[in-house]
Nanobody, 121 residues
Framework: QVQLIESGGGVVQAGGSLRLSCAAS???????MAWFRQAPGKEREFVAA???????NYADSVKGRFTMSRDNAKNTVYLQMNSLKPEDTAVYYC????????????????WGQGTQVTVSS
């Protein structure tokens, strides 16, 4: 069982930046890690993922603006979000528990509680 705790959310103006962190209670080196987000009234959607070897995958909507990284020694993953837009407003969730990267919500058994990101125009 892995417990995940996100932090770093907040309110930022359009064009600004935020860095989200996800700290795990156990070792994450054996798992792919991912970020998803859910806006009000919408389904949870894939944002980014990093494989066990460090390869990254991004949704088209954030490619070139968001960067995901992992620090296995600290059991932590990060999501650096630049050039934020109002449509990035959502609750951001960290997910884990798969051997390989997936964009499918149901493939991940472990989830954090989420952190709110609000981008004002």
């Amino acid at each position: 069982q892995v417990q995940l705790i996100e932090s770093g959310g907040g309110v930022v103006q359009a064009g600004g930046s935020l860095r989200l962190s996800c700290a795990a209670s156990g070792r994450i080196s054996t798992y792919a890690m991912a970020w998803f987000r859910q806006a009000p009234g919408k389904e949870r959607e894939f944002v980014a993922a990093v494989s066990r070897s460090g390869n990254t995958n991004y949704a088209d909507s954030v490619k070139g603006r968001f960067t995901m990284s992992r620090d296995n020694a600290k059991n932590t993953v990060y999501l650096q979000m630049n050039s934020l837009k109002p449509e990035d407003t959502a609750v951001y969730y960290c997910a884990s528990g798969t051997w390989s990267v997936s964009v499918v919500v149901n493939d991940y058994p472990y989830w954090g509680q989420g952190t709110q990101v609000t981008v004002s125009s």
